[in-house]
């Protein structure tokens, strides 16, 4: 398999996360986001959105962080990463979908870009939009996790799944951007636990090749 991500997005980092889970191996192919390199010619051909991550596995190409690591989880099924009954499966994609549709869409790159290029907003205010919400949305995904009977150590149960793939990077990102994570007990305590695993810690963005 090769993986064409790169090291500080957060989409590239849950794949890496479940590649590690599931002990897979993969060739590292970084592309640059602030160089661009995602619309050079040669990329666009393969992935039309011109966005990482992309998967490449023999024949198939598979798009968006999510389907990605769905994907994995069907041909590679151990460990799951969506475990469960159909109920407890929804609970772990709605977690998982409340920081890929509600707040990393908001914060993506192309996005922080548009706000200062094109609108004109200050770097300080775009700073605000950010935080704004990632704090918002992570306080919804505290509420969501706090004192539910399938919250354990991990979002869902005492195994990492879909859900932790994507708070974690969210997370990493919080703390980059100097985001406020007071009042996230849960959220906090679940990260903890995730990056004392070699499979989040030794994935993240200052351990890639391309960290800088």
């Known amino acids: 398999m090769q993986l064409y991500n ?9 794949v890496r996360i479940a590649l590690a889970l599931k002990g897979l191996s993969y060739d590292y192919l970084p592309v640059h986001l602030l160089k661009n390199e995602q619309v050079a010619p040669a990329y666009s051909v393969l992935n039309a959105a011109q966005l990482v991550p992309l998967l490449i596995d023999g024949e198939e190409r598979v798009t968006q962080s ?12 151990e460990p799951p990463l969506l475990p469960g009954t159909p109920a407890e499966r929804a609970r772990i994609r709605a ?89 996230l007990p849960t959220v906090m305590r679940i990260f ?14 200052s351990e890639c090749p391309d960290a800088g």
């Open 6 to 14: 790169y090291a500080r997005s957060s989409a590239s980092y849950r």
């Open 66 to 77: 999510m389907a990605i690591i769905e994907y994995l989880d069907e041909t590679h099924p």
């Open 192 to 205: 903890e636990a995730c990056m004392a695993l070699d499979a989040f810690s030794k994935t993240q963005a």
């Open 95 to 183: 977690l998982a979908q409340d920081i890929a549709c509600e707040i990393h869409p908001l914060n993506n790159l192309r996005v922080l870009r548009y706000l200062v290029r094109d609108l004109k907003v200050s770097d300080e205010d775009k700073k605000r939009w950010y935080r704004h919400w990632v704090e918002s949305g992570l306080a919804v995904v505290e509420r969501r996790l706090d004192g539910h009977p399938s919250t354990g150590r991990f979002c869902h149960g005492d195994t990492p799944t879909l859900a932790d793939c994507l708070l974690v990077p969210q997370i990493h990102n919080a703390q980059r951007f100097e985001c406020s994570l007071a009042g």
